[in-house]
RNA sequence: GGGCCUGUAGCUCAGUGGUAGAGCAAUCGGCUUUUAACCGAUUGGCCGUGGGUUCGAUCCCCACCGGGCCCA
């Protein structure tokens, strides 16, 4: 804490209390900027064109000249200037004990100066929240990304940017629940302990009770709880929430994400698809003005070198379609994975084709890895890659007339993976093989999670015939909002712990 | 996990093998229409930590600890 600022604190503790419970406020300072009457022809009452305001806000700036004090007022609507004059204040003289970072309620008449700024010529004012360490400078802001992500306030305090970012996040959250309401979708909310963390390839988090006396897994995924929902009959389902995996963390993952999974009965992965492109042309409609979103450049920061070309992203549907097998072929040099039976002869393909893998990989992910390197990145427009291997998930149907591929879908925007698809197996016996099979092809891959004998008896009692999807939010979040980091986008990212 | 960069005042950043610099912020003073206000003064630093080389290290070398970026 600041010692003059502590100093202050005290003499206005003197004067009356600089915290109190509550305020008197008329106005939000953009209320009050637009009760400022421009047209004055037929009137010629003051008291009509210069009404009188009470406003209150933090002070973020200040700028003094003479017996005259101009200071800027903020609140979440706006800004506006307030004048505060030595022959109409008798506590002029207390304004020393108020500083940049501070709030003040402000009663006053509204004008235009000779500048022509909008300003609130103060009759009265109080204090009613002194800070007591400094407000960050909006002239020279906060670079130190270390600061930024673990002093959020400070980088929202000063950047605009970031309160809009953080504003936008929750204009997206509202509209997809908007839209999943509207399409018959009920939200529901499972448990974060879960007693298998399986839905997807990814090592859990654990935790422990103490009143259970037992360890505790955190989900990595939403899919199996909301499948049990559809075999309870229950209507279309949908869940946000948070996921866990215990997995590096770089600008494209976090340990901790957001993620929205739906189930609807009675639907495929292509009536799947047809929603998420209704997904975008409401978020489109809703969250953004037009249906592009330019990405900036992004530069090396020794070399300058360009990373990433500046590209414009149509986010108007219809998106393209393609099949997985011929972008392998298209660009990982002719790949088939027909053609690479055994575990031995796809680990060489891989190697030869540069991408890293080792034994202990099943299958399906070396042919994540491979798919990953070679054709992600140069996914930039939004595209649907259908039709995957079987081995890439134990959970989707096979594709009726090639039982060597499942109807999955992954869609990808700016090479980044936005979704996931399937049209969900129910088949109680070709999933119980496929999951216990994957199981024993692989079992030193720790992201292979064990048998969920609770879902598999689940389905045993008969799942609807679903169409299901799981969206990274906050990639998503990242698009809209072009941001080039997680960070950006997620108010306090898990970081390592910092220097004492 | 590997490579490159980085750590100097509250913030943003300069700088040099020989007593440490600017702008902003802060403090004091001046100014009654300012708005990145302005003018004058003052204050502020174990130059990330530990070791080494040297007469002397914030600077050169090594290790460690933060942070960033790239690659995996």
Not at 51 to 65: H, K, L, M, Q, Y
Not at 125 to 136: D, L
Not at 372 to 390: G, H, N, R
Not at 460 to 475: E, K, L, Q, V
Request: net charge negative; with cysteine; aromatic share 8%.
């Amino acid at each position: 804490m600041v010692a003059p600022r502590l100093e202050q604190r005290k003499k206005l503790l003197e004067l009356g209390n600089p915290y109190p419970a509550r305020v008197n406020r008329s106005h939000t300072v953009a209320a009050a900027r637009e009760c400022l009457i421009e047209d004055t022809e037929n009137i010629t009452d003051t008291k009509e064109i210069n009404p009188t305001v009470s406003i209150v806000g933090r002070i973020i700036s200040v700028r003094r000249a003479g017996g005259m004090i101009f200071a800027d007022l903020r609140d979440y609507s706006g800004e506006i200037q307030v004048q505060f004059r030595t022959d109409a204040l008798v506590d002029f003289d207390q304004l020393n004990l108020v500083a940049p970072g501070d709030f003040l309620q402000v009663r006053g008449n509204v004008f235009r100066t000779r500048r022509g700024e909008i300003t609130v010529g103060c009759e009265e004012w109080s204090v009613i929240t002194k800070a007591v360490r400094p407000f960050p400078s909006t002239k020279y802001p906060i670079v130190d990304e270390d600061i930024k992500s673990r002093q959020r306030y400070l980088d929202l305090m000063a950047n605009e940017e970031s309160r809009n970012i953080a504003i936008t996040r929750s204009q997206i959250l509202h509209e997809i629940r908007q839209f999943m309401h509207h399409r018959g979708f009920i939200e529901v909310e499972t448990s974060m302990f879960p007693r298998v963390a399986g839905g997807a390839m990814a090592r859990p988090f654990t935790t422990h009770s103490n009143a259970l006396n037992r360890e505790l897994l955190l989900r990595i995924s939403l899919e199996l709880p909301l499948k049990k929902l559809l075999v309870g009959d229950l209507p279309p389902v949908f869940e946000i929430g948070k996921v866990f995996r215990n997995e590096n963390v770089d600008r494209d993952h976090s340990p901790e994400f957001t993620m929205l999974e739906s189930y609807e009965p009675y639907t495929d992965y292509v009536g799947v698809a047809d929603m998420v492109e209704a997904l975008h042309s409401h978020l489109v409609d809703t969250v953004l003005e037009g249906s592009e979103i330019l990405l900036p450049e992004i530069l090396h920061p020794e070399t300058r070198d360009v990373i990433k070309e500046a590209r414009t992203i149509n986010l108007a549907p219809p998106f393209e379609k393609i099949k997985y097998r011929d972008l392998m072929h298209k660009y990982a040099d002719k790949f088939d994975d027909r053609n690479h039976k055994t575990l031995a002869e796809l680990i060489a393909r891989a190697l030869a084709l540069g991408v890293r893998v080792d034994k202990t990989m099943s299958r399906g992910k070396i042919l994540d890895r491979i798919f990953s390197e070679k054709v992600e990145p140069l996914l930039i427009q939004p595209t649907f890659v259908m039709d995957y291997p079987v081995e890439s998930t134990p959970l989707a149907k096979r594709v009726p007339n090639d039982p060597t591929l499942v109807e999955r879908f992954e869609f990808f925007v700016d090479g980044r993976e936005i979704a996931n698809a399937y049209s969900e197996l129910n088949d109680p016996v070709d999933q119980r093989s496929r999951m216990t099979n994957e199981e024993d092809s692989a079992s030193t891959d720790q992201e292979i999670p064990p048998t969920d004998e609770d879902f598999l008896i689940a389905i045993d009692h008969g799942m609807p015939p679903a169409g299901g999807i799981g969206i990274g939010i906050d990639r998503l979040v990242m698009l809209y909002t072009a941001a080039s980091n997680l960070r950006e986008i997620i108010l306090f990212p898990t970081l390592r712990e910092p220097e004492k």
